[in-house]
Structures are given as structure tokens and as C-alpha cells.
């Protein structure tokens, strides 16, 4: 995949801050092994003592572009129709993950996740953690048939089935899009047809439930790569060995293309962090920026054969080669053994 550009003054909003908060959302072992998964908020009380409460449900992502800094993750972000926008952006003020502080970002997700809060009482959230290392085994199986599209609307249908699953009525999902957004939103309908379906570009703009969405997935990826770095952050004496850390994971910021000439191994690359089917992560493996040169020797001891010189034939190859090969489609004799 090609690299995308930042802006300049989107790095920063970009750059993971100190002392995140660190949602449920955040399963250490599985981050550490580079393993995807997926995290999902008890029903609200609002929404359990009356399950047929009609909801609306948004979804968003973060970290679609970065070459580093781990997953990309899906957020989920779900409450009662009758208090979308006065408890979301009266009374709380989300908006679009982009344009709020990381600050504010992180006090938003704690305030969701503090039981007596009533952003706890009254919504439902979940999580999709895309790992690097899946995202880019996805991406560079043969003739790419499973780009970052494709993932993505996989993660997508899969949080709201499992949201659905669990007795949530649904009514209205708002999704901001990937790609064609009418091409997306009839293929949602399809699969899912019992609710109202809007897919738009700048949803989380437009859309309370989807500005907190985004929330919920800029957070939790902000915290996931928290704990991604702290391998890297300190020496074995406890000194820090990257002060400027790797930045906003972007090759556009000079920190993050800095830290990955300085940490790559010449013949493994990096870690779980990293996204190898990108461009960048590319040219630095394939030599550009020094790694080792590996040659895997092709397996010779199958002497060319093929699946069909193990059935019975009218060529003369039919005739040779080993007994026991050739046995099969014969009746069985003693001679044979």
C-alpha cells in the first residue's frame, strides 16, 4: 500500500499523548503478540431495563494510514435514539476525534467508562483492534483480494452483528464511509435490513454517535500503542533510548522515518507495530535503507512431480518409477508387496 501523506499540523493531533487513559478496551497480551480482537461494553442499565428502547449505533475508525504505530482500530458507539444529540453533544460536546484535543479525548473515555457517570448508564460501545501484523498479512496475500477495504468492512459488519446479537434494538447506523459511500451503504442494507443505514463522508462530523465512535477507536489506539512502545522506551538499565519516540507513525513526520532507520533489525525489521505491506516499511526491508539481502532456496526433492503422477494414466511415466506410487488404481496382489 501506498503511503498516506499528513498534513503538517495534523501530526501532532496525530501523536500519541502521555498518560492516555487506558480503556478495558486495552488487552495487553494480545497487543504485545500482535494478535486482533475485538472488546464489547455490559449493556447499558438504560438500555437493559427496557431492551426494546430503540437505539442508534455509529461507527468510525483510527489509524488507517500510519506506517507504524500498530492497529487500526474500529470503534462502535451505541445509545437511546431519544437522547443522541442532547446527551452526546448538548451536554458532552463530541465531536469529530480530529478536532478535539487529545486531552479531551482521553477525559471523554474515562467519563464512559466511570460506572455512576451518565454516559456509562445510558451508552454501549465496543472496539475492533486490527493488528499490524494482520493487516499486512491481509494485504499481501495473492493478487491483494484482501486490501484494507475489504478488512475494514469486515471489522465493520462484524461489530454491529455482534451488537445486534446480543438484544439491542437498533433502529438507525450511521457509518462514516470507505471508499464509494453509496456502494457501501447498499451492501449494509442488504445484511442488515431492519435498520435505517446512512453512510457518509465526514459522519463523524454530522453524527453524534459516530463523533463518539471515533472516540472510543482514537483512544483506544492511542493506549494500545502506549504499550506497544514500552518495549522500546527504555534500555535494560531503565534509560530511555528514544526520547523523541516514533512520532504520529506517518513517513511525513521525520520521527517516525527516524525511528525506523535506528530500530530495525537487517533481517527481521521491526515488531507487531509495524506495517510491512507499506510503502515505506518496503523500500527500507528491500535494501533501500541497508537490511540484509534473504534468498529462500526452492525446494527441489518433489523431482517435478504433480498431484496427477500419483493416479493412474496411459503415459509411459504411469509405468515407472516407485511400486508403491504406482499401485494406486490396481487391484491389490501380493506381488505388489
Known amino acids: 500500500m501506498e503511503d498516506i501523506p499528513i498534513e503538517t499540523q495534523e501530526i501532532e493531533l496525530e501523536t500519541p499523548v502521555e498518560d492516555v487513559f487506558m480503556a478495558p478496551s486495552i488487552h495487553r497480551p494480545e497487543i504485545l503478540s500482535g494478535a486482533s480482537y475485538s472488546h464489547f461494553s455490559p449493556i447499558p442499565k438504560t438500555i437493559e431495563d427496557d431492551m426494546t428502547t430503540e437505539c442508534v449505533l455509529g461507527i468510525d475508525e483510527a489509524g488507517r494510514g500510519p506506517v507504524l504505530e500498530g492497529p487500526m482500530v474500529y470503534g462502535l458507539f451505541y445509545l437511546p435514539l431519544s437522547i443522541h444529540r442532547s446527551l452526546l453533544a448538548d451536554t458532552h460536546h463530541f465531536d469529530d476525534s480530529k478536532v478535539l484535543t487529545p486531552a479531551v479525548r482521553s477525559s471523554l473515555m474515562e467519563k464512559l467508562c466511570t460506572l455512576d457517570s451518565d454516559l456509562y448508564q445510558s451508552c454501549g460501545w465496543a472496539t475492533r483492534v486490527m493488528s499490524a501484523r494482520d493487516i499486512s498479512s491481509g494485504m499481501m496475500k495473492a493478487n491483494g483480494t484482501y486490501n484494507l477495504n475489504a478488512q475494514a468492512m469486515d471489522a465493520t459488519i462484524d461489530l454491529i452483528k455482534r451488537t445486534m446479537a446480543t438484544g439491542v434494538n437498533i433502529k438507525e447506523i450511521y457509518i462514516d464511509t470507505i471508499g464509494r459511500p453509496e456502494i457501501y451503504q447498499k451492501k449494509l442494507e442488504k445484511i442488515f435490513p431492519t435498520a435505517k443505514i446512512t453512510v457518509a463522508k465526514k459522519a463523524d462530523s454530522l453524527f453524534p454517535c459516530v463523533s463518539a465512535a471515533s472516540v472510543c477507536a482514537k483512544v483506544t489506539r492511542d493506549a494500545a500503542l502506549d504499550v506497544c512502545y514500552e ?65 529462500w532456496p526452492a525446494d527441489d526433492d518433489d523431482d517435478g512431480m504433480k498431484m496427477t503422477d500419483f493416479f493412474i494414466g496411459s503415459t509411459e511415466k504411469s509405468q515407472e518409477g516407485d511400486e508403491f506410487m504406482n499401485w494406486y488404481g490396481h487391484r491389490v496382489t501380493e506381488k505388489i508387496f
Request: proline fraction near 3%; hydrophobic fraction near 25%.
Open 231 to 295: 518495549s522500546y522506551s527504555t534500555t535494560s538499565d531503565g534509560k530511555d533510548k528514544s526520547a523523541d519516540g516514533w512520532g504520529s507513525g506517518y513517513p511525513s513526520d521525520a520521527r517516525c522515518t527516524t525511528w525506523l532507520k535506528q530500530n530495525m533489525d537487517p533481517v527481521f525489521g521491526w515488531g507487531t507495530e509495524c506495517r510491512f505491506s507499506w510503502g515505506t516499511a518496503k523500500d527500507l526491508l528491500e535494501g533501500k535503507g541497508g537490511s540484509a539481502q534473504v534468498d
